[in-house]
């Protein structure tokens, strides 16, 4: 497969995984939490399509397109591994929906973020939340969902907290 291929598969992996996920969290109550803000291109998708939740967006250093930049009261600057714990300490488990799209070529570096993940996610979940991440986030206390139609098995990974 080219590498064209794999982004292709890729970004509608992400888009078909969110929509599935807003079909499923439908009128329950809660924010969405984006980690890994990117270019803000699934930032921008998930504000489509849930215009009235609140989203609160986790980025190291901000290079988005200027139109998909959260304001400062819903930005968590900074490393992950810092500003989840203190995401956890501020919102509790308030979160129906996380998006967590991180991953980076370096594995040790992917080891220590996927720990601490698993560690504070639970801490910023309500019961029923669905996690989408491009790794495997080992929470307890979670079930794996059916990824949807075409989407390869490890491409994406799909749960909810029960
Ligand atoms: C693949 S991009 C996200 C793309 C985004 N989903 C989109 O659609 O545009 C990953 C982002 O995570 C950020 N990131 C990677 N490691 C991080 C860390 N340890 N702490 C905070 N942000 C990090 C990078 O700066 C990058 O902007």
């Not at 129906?96 to 991180?102: P, Q, R």
């Amino acid at each position: 497969m080219s590498r064209l291929d794999s982004v292709i598969r890729r970004l509608m992996a992400q888009r078909a995984c969110i929509d599935r996920a807003v079909e499923l969290i439908g009128d329950a109550p809660g924010s969405v939490l984006e980690i890994g803000l990117g270019n803000g291109r699934t930032f921008d998708h998930l504000r489509e399509k849930m215009p009235d939740r609140v989203i609160h967006v986790f980025e190291r250093q901000v290079a988005a397109h200027p139109d998909c930049i959260p304001d400062d009261d819903h930005l968590f600057l900074g490393e992950v591994v810092d500003t989840l714990p203190q995401a956890a300490d501020r919102l509790g488990r308030e979160a129906i929906l996380i998006h967590s799209d991180i991953s980076t070529p370096f594995q040790e570096i992917n080891e220590r973020i996927l720990a601490v993940q698993a560690a504070v996610l639970p801490k910023l979940m309500r019961p029923g939340a669905i996690l989408l991440a491009d790794q495997d986030i080992p929470v307890e206390g979670m079930a794996d969902l059916p990824l949807p139609d075409g989407v390869k098995p490890g491409r994406y990974f799909f749960k909810q907290m029960k």
